[in-house]
């Protein structure tokens, strides 16, 4: 009987080690596009508990992610299935210095570019979110810019 439970508890030791992913078991990216990778595939996914581990926690951030979240849970089904089922294209990686990357990216799905900062801080590399929505809003104030000083 003992034998039948130790062999019970190594085949749940070995299941559960085998669906544990690298944020559920504590590691944590080796690189930006790694980590930037993990974050958009975790996203496109839906487990938004797991894109946040990739994540710069900051109260920004959260808010972006928390209201993205929101908007993938009002979608429909099919539309969800299409994320899932998505691969992701890398189309510039840009590194800005030792500890920060720019990348643009897109999903096979919605093929819309995006991009995403993603920050080295104590040694991890983290996705900073409110990036994409503080670099679309420069993008916008360069072109109000240029449209003054235009006319």
Not at 104 to 123: A, G
Request: proline share 1%.
């Amino acid at each position: 009987m003992k034998k039948k439970n130790y062999l019970l508890f190594l085949f749940l030791l070995f299941f559960a080690a085998g669906c544990s992913n690298n944020s559920e078991n504590g590691k944590k990216p080796e690189n930006d596009i790694d980590a930037a990778r993990d974050f958009i595939r975790a996203a496109l996914d839906g487990k938004f508990d797991q894109a946040k581990s990739y994540m710069l926690l900051d109260s920004s951030n959260l808010q972006f992610l928390d209201a993205v979240e929101r908007n993938y849970k009002k979608l429909d089904e099919a539309t969800k299935e299409g994320y899932r089922e998505a691969s992701i294209n890398i189309h510039l990686v840009d590194p800005v210095n030792d500890s920060t990357t720019v990348i643009i990216y897109s999903n096979s799905f919605k093929n819309d570019n995006d991009t995403l900062r993603v920050l080295k801080t104590n040694q991890q590399w983290e996705v900073d979110l409110k990036y994409i929505f503080e670099h679309d809003r420069d993008t916008l104030l360069n072109k109000i810019n240029r449209i003054d000083t235009v006319q």
